[in-house]
Every structure is written in structure tokens, then in C-alpha cells.
């Protein structure tokens, strides 16, 4: 592909639609705020998605019709490509009061009135995803819990420990005087702006539908294929990596789609992971604490399932739960599409079966099966830090009884190979045994031995071992009804 061009950006801001040119395409949004529009309030504090120092508020239009609405999606700056918001509305924290300095945004006046702005630093990310929540929640009449603050707030670091009254000030904003935007105009002025024209002179390609983007992967097999840039985004950041031509999935409108099709969840590659664990929920509600420990909020707000899936990373989360429910994956390209159980796909450390002209098109995920059988399924992520933090093991069991008698197991893992692994032989060890402490703790030994992890910073290998038959047992003592054994019995107090 050539060398940029007069491509342009276009985004809405404060009203106006701001027009970019030249801009290359792994120059980052926080980037261009910064530097090229002068927008300081914006903050870089680890460039890596990490500290939530830099999160926006990004809206898009999600329809076509008349009375059509907004989405609201708080995200990091730092590691999202500045081409990727072409077409959308933008906010950071210069937009939110206005210029009469009295009429705050209540995201700022909770903060102020909660004593909860400490350093510089974090405030302005905090506020944006504070904003993000008052759009998404406040305003659609929903109670903020301190759960929810928490959760809304999990991508934004305090190092100085002031998060009571930041949780505080999010819960303060539903007292203070309404301030709504101009949906209908906003929207209105988001339709002004024209997608990009599938181009082979534009180094940011945005296809729109399926047809583009595997013409545009075919056509350019070298370009660096992006999503929500949750990991490509470091490679820039922090590995300074800097790519010629790159084609954005994100826009592909049948790869965003989540529907439940022939007995399966089917998940587009491009649906956000927020999105795709949302509908996952519904199926499986139990998973709720584990899709809210995947990464923070605003990570999940631009990841996606695709992106998880396609980077194969052995620490990665959602394919150890993918491979447990049985999924499978579909590759397509202009030649066709083919498909195949996710634990498949992977041959060898960050290698996979997806061939030059392929992309990850869609998820299936088969839906719970409506049986007499007992089923049990759990998920349980172990890392230094509770939350925002990636696995040093994930074990994800999903079992079926006939009585007393394991009919069917299927355990995906995490953390302990070179790639995410299906544990096959331990699935065999309890298939058609008792459901019992002995078949249990044997079946232990073999979990134990089934795998050789590595010794890294996150954990030594024989951690990860011991951990991995640990989870088992777990998994054993939550089947015959522990509850005390696990951080999700532990409920927020609120002290009076
Ligand atoms: C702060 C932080 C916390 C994180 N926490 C977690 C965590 O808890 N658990 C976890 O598993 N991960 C975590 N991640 C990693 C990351 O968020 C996920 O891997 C995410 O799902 C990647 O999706 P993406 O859309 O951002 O992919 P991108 O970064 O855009 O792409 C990743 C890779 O996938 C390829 N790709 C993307 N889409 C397709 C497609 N449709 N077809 C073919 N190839 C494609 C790209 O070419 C690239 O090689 C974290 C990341 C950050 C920055
Ligand atoms: S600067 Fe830390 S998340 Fe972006
Ligand atoms: S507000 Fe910045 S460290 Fe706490």
C-alpha cells in the first residue's frame, strides 16, 4: 500500500466536525488530542491502557431510523488509532462545561463538591468516565450502586488511594441539576459525515461490510489488521512499532453483530468484548464476576472477542471459556469461510491456522443445552491484582451430571501452555466417574500433570500447577454448596 496520503479524519467535537489530514495511521488519538489540537486536559500517564488517565468519551449513532439514539463508551486514548473515531463524536474534558465557568457538568461539580479531585493526573479520566456513566446511567433514570461505580470506574487508577469519594461523587450526580446534550442534532450532524470510501490509497482502511474488508485483506495481505487496539495499541506505544497500512475491522457491520442462530450464540469478531460478554450473560449469568475482570471498562469498551481470540495469547481470558463451552471459530475470505472448535486453531505460541487473505469472522458459541442433567459452569481467573490485571491462570469447568455420574466435562485453561489448551486428559479422567472427592482428587494429579507452564513474572510453573488442581478442588467444594470459599460471597459495606 502507499505512503499516507489526504486522507482525512473527521469527528465531532463541541459541535463542529473537526477535519484531520496526514495523519498517519498508528498515530494514536491521545496523540493527536495532545499534540495537534492542543487539548492538554487529556492526560498520558502509562500509555498502555492501564491508569485511565487518558480516557475520552466516544458516541456513535447505533441506527439508521428517525428518534435513533447514542452510544456512550468511555475509552483509552493512549492505544486507540486517531483514524479509528472517523465518524464519531468525541469528548474529552474540555467539552463537558461550558464557557460560563459557573455551569459545571455534575461528573465535575460531584468531584468538586466530594473532595474527591486529588491530583491532576487521574481527575480528568475519572471525570470522562464518570460523564460516560451519567450519560449511560444516570440519565436513563438507573440508580448508580456503589457496585455499578465501581465497575463503571474499574479502568481508572488513584494512586493516591482516594476512591471513596470519587465512588462518592459518582453516586452524588443523580442529586445535581439535569444537564442533557442534543441527541437529535448530534446525531444529525454524525450522518453529515461520510464514511471513508473503500480506498487502496488510504493507509487507514474502515471497510464498512464483510465484502470490503476481505477484499481490502486480500488485495493487502502485509497490512496490519486491527480492532479495538486493546494489544496492537502497545505494540505502537510501547514496542514503537509503526505500520505502513492498516485495516480496522471495527466498522465491518455484519462483524458487530450478536445473534442466536441455529442453537448457537454467534458473535461477530468485532463485536465489543462489553457487547459480547453482555449477551454471554444472559446464557450464563454465573460468569458475571468473571467478564467484569476481564481488563477495566474501557478496555472492554474497545476490545474485542475477535481481537482476544485472534491474538491467541496464552494469558488471554476469553478462550479458555470459549474452549469449556465448546466453541467454535469461522475464518473467512474472498475463497470462502471454514470453521473449527476454537482450541483447533491454535498450533503454536501467538501462531494460529488463519491464513494471509482470512480474518476472524465469527464466534459460535452453542447455547446452553435444555436438559434434565445437572450443569455446572465456573470460570475463575487468578492474577496479582483482583481487578484490571491479566491472568497468571485461568481454569474455566463446565460439567454435566446424569445423577451422580459426570456425563460430559469440558475445561478450557489458561496461563499454563503456550497457547490457550483445551485439558483433554483431564476430561477423560472424569468422564463416566462418580462425581465424587476421590474421582475429584484424582483427577487433580492429572490437571496437575497435564500441562508444563512456563515460570514467568506472573507466576512460577510449579504455581501454576498447584493452582490449576487447586481450582479443581475448588470447583468440587463450590458443586457441593460452599459459597465462603469465593470473593463473590464478599459484598460491598457501605459504612454510615
Ligand atoms: C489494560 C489492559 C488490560 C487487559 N486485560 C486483559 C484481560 O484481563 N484479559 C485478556 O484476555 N486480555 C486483556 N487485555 C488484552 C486485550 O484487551 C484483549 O486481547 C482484546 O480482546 C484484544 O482485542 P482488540 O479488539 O483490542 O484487538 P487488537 O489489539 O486490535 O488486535 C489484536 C490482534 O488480533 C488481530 N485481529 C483483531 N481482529 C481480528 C479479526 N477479526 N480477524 C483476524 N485478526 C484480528 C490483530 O491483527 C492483532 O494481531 C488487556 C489489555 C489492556 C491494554
Ligand atoms: S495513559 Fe494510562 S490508560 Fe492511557
Ligand atoms: S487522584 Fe491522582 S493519584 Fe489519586
Not at 441527541?183 to 470510501?197: F, K, N, S, V, W
Not at 474472498?334 to 486453531?345: A, S, W
Not at 460430559?408 to 499454563?416: E, M
Request: with cysteine; proline share 5%; charged share 20%.
Amino acid at each position: 500500500m502507499p505512503t499516507p496520503n489526504s486522507q482525512t479524519i473527521q469527528f465531532l467535537r463541541r459541535g463542529e466536525v473537526v477535519t484531520l489530514n496526514n495523519v498517519p495511521p498508528t498515530r494514536t488519538l491521545l496523540e493527536v488530542l495532545r499534540e495537534d489540537l492542543s487539548l492538554t486536559g487529556t492526560k498520558e500517564g502509562c500509555g498502555e491502557g492501564d491508569c485511565g488517565a487518558c480516557t475520552v468519551v466516544l458516541g456513535e449513532a447505533n441506527g439508521d431510523g428517525e428518534g435513533e439514539q447514542l452510544t456512550f463508551k468511555a475509552v483509552n486514548s493512549c492505544i486507540r488509532m486517531a483514524h479509528s473515531v472517523h465518524g464519531l463524536a468525541l469528548w474529552t474534558v474540555e467539552d463537558l462545561s461550558t464557557a460560563d465557568a459557573d455551569s459545571q457538568h455534575p461528573a465535575q461539580e460531584a468531584m468538586a463538591q466530594c473532595h474527591a479531585s486529588q491530583c491532576g493526573f487521574c481527575t480528568p479520566g475519572f471525570v470522562m468516565s464518570l460523564f460516560a456513566m451519567y450519560q449511560n446511567h444516570v440519565l436513563q433514570g438507573q440508580p448508580i450502586t456503589r457496585e455499578l461505580a465501581q465497575t463503571e470506574l474499574s479502568g481508572n487508577l488513584c494512586r493516591c488511594t482516594g476512591y471513596r469519594p470519587i465512588l462518592d461523587a459518582a453516586q452524588q450526580m443523580a442529586s445535581l441539576p439535569e444537564v442533557r446534550l442534543d441527541q437529535p442534532t448530534i446525531t444529525r450532524q454524525l450522518a453529515g459525515i461520510q464514511p471513508q470510501a473503500p480506498s487502496a490509497n488510504n493507509p487507514y482502511q474502515l471497510p464498512g461490510t464483510l465484502a470490503e474488508l476481505l477484499a481490502a485483506r486480500a488485495a493487502h495481505p502485509n497490512a496490519q489488521l486491527v480492532a479495538g487496539c486493546t494489544d496492537v495499541g502497545l505494540w505502537v506505544t510501547k514496542l514503537h512499532k509503526q505500520f505502513d497500512a492498516v485495516i480496522d475491522v471495527t466498522r465491518v457491520a455484519e462483524l458487530r453483530c450478536i445473534e442466536q442462530r441455529g442453537g448457537d450464540w454467534v458473535i461477530g469478531a468485532a463485536a465489543t468484548l462489553q457487547d459480547a460478554f453482555a449477551a454471554v450473560l444472559t446464557s450464563w449469568p454465573e460468569l458475571t464476576t468473571f467478564a467484569a475482570r476481564f481488563a477495566g471498562l474501557p478496555v472492554r469498551n474497545s476490545g474485542t472477542l475477535g481481537g482476544n481470540v485472534a491474538n491467541g495469547s496464552p494469558i488471554g481470558d476469553s478462550m479458555p471459556l470459549l474452549i469449556a463451552l465448546k466453541s467454535r471459530l469461522v475464518l473467512a475470505s474472498l475463497r470462502g469461510e471454514r470453521e473449527m472448535p476454537l482450541e483447533d486453531f491454535y498450533t503454536g505460541y501467538r501462531q494460529n491456522l488463519m491464513a494471509a487473505d482470512e480474518v476472524v469472522a465469527f464466534i459460535k458459541v452453542p447455547l446452553p443445552a435444555s436438559s434434565s442433567q445437572t450443569t455446572l459452569l465456573r470460570a475463575y481467573k487468578i492474577s496479582k491484582r483482583y481487578d484490571d490485571d491479566i491472568s497468571a491462570v485461568c481454569l474455566v469447568l463446565n460439567l454435566t451430571l446424569d445423577g451422580d455420574v459426570v456425563s460430559d466435562i469440558s475445561i478450557g485453561a489458561g496461563g499454563v501452555a503456550a497457547t490457550p489448551v483445551r485439558a483433554r486428559q483431564t476430561e477423560a479422567a472424569l468422564r463416566g466417574q462418580p462425581w465424587s472427592q476421590a474421582s475429584v482428587e484424582s483427577a487433580m494429579h492429572t490437571l496437575r500433570a497435564e500441562f508444563e507452564p512456563i515460570s514467568d513474572m506472573r507466576a512460577s510453573s510449579s504455581y501454576r500447577r498447584e493452582v490449576l488442581g487447586n481450582l479443581l478442588q475448588r470447583f468440587w467444594l463450590e458443586s457441593q454448596g460452599e459459597q465462603h470459599i469465593n470473593l463473590e460471597a464478599f459484598k460491598l459495606k457501605v459504612l454510615a
